[in-house]
């Protein structure tokens, strides 16, 4: 094979027939994998986002007492309609489904989303996760732990959702006077937290459909039952000084 090569390109010469030369293509650019395409995406509306640059919908949450505002809180959680409803199926729902929400909106005239029920803090969190991909709960109290799982949840924010069912189980937070609305837990909740039904993990769960974190609350009574009637007897909670 390589002899009736040899013999091709010698009866080429003498044809003088030409070889063409074909360079490589050569370049310093690298072309970036659909991963970090997909990120530079997000990474480009996080920053339009900051700048509020092409927003047109904006979430009004429960705001905090002004001793308790940080000047950063006074900023409106505004967001790009088209950007969520890419990423969230309720999303997709309210703003493409020819609801009062799907309306021609602006920067200057944004939709306006009433999440009232839920703490700046909270909404602010769940809005981060959607645009960096990035969650910052890792010293977040149970409260906020719970909230963040019902909005994610009803978000249909997935990961989020497992992951704040996660948090909660590995950082130990079920406990016996956070399990439940048993009598002492409901006083000991209502003198540390006044949003008494989010801090109850088990009503929490159940509330919010969260299956596994419901199964993990079920399971730490069906292994514990002696020491949570231990701990619920020993801790003593006089209504009358709440």
């Not at 199926?89 to 306006?112: I, L, M, T």
Request: glycine share 2%; charged share 25%; hydrophobic share 40%.
């Amino acid at each position: 094979m390589f002899a009736a090569l040899v013999a091709i390109r010698e009866i080429a010469s003498c044809c003088r027939v030409l070889q063409v030369y074909h360079p490589q293509y050569s370049s310093s650019h690298s072309t970036d994998s659909e991963t970090s395409k997909l990120e530079a995406m997000r990474k480009g509306f996080d920053n339009l986002r900051k700048e509020k640059a092409l927003t047109d919908v904006v979430f009004i949450a429960h705001e905090a007492t002004d001793d308790d505002l940080h000047p950063e809180d006074s900023q409106p959680l505004v967001a790009h309609r088209a950007f969520l409803a890419a990423l969230s199926e309720y999303f997709s729902d309210s703003f493409c489904g020819g609801f009062a929400e799907s309306r021609v909106a602006s920067p200057e005239d944004p939709v306006q989303l009433n999440v009232s029920d839920h703490s700046r803090q909270c909404v602010q969190l769940v809005l981060d996760y959607i645009y960096t991909g990035i969650r910052s709960t890792d010293s977040a109290s149970l409260d906020l732990l719970l909230e963040t799982m019902q909005l994610s949840g009803y978000w249909r924010i997935n990961d989020l959702f497992e992951d704040m069912q996660k948090e909660i189980v590995t950082r130990r937070l079920i406990t016996p006077l956070t399990l439940d609305a048993s009598e002492l837990s409901v006083y000991w909740t209502a003198f540390f937290n006044p949003h008494l039904s989010r801090n109850i993990v088990r009503d929490a769960a159940e509330v919010s459909h969260a299956e596994n974190l419901v199964h993990t609350c079920t399971e730490y009574e069906e292994r514990n039952s002696a020491f949570i009637q231990k701990v619920r007897q020993s801790t003593v909670v006089d209504p009358g000084n709440l």
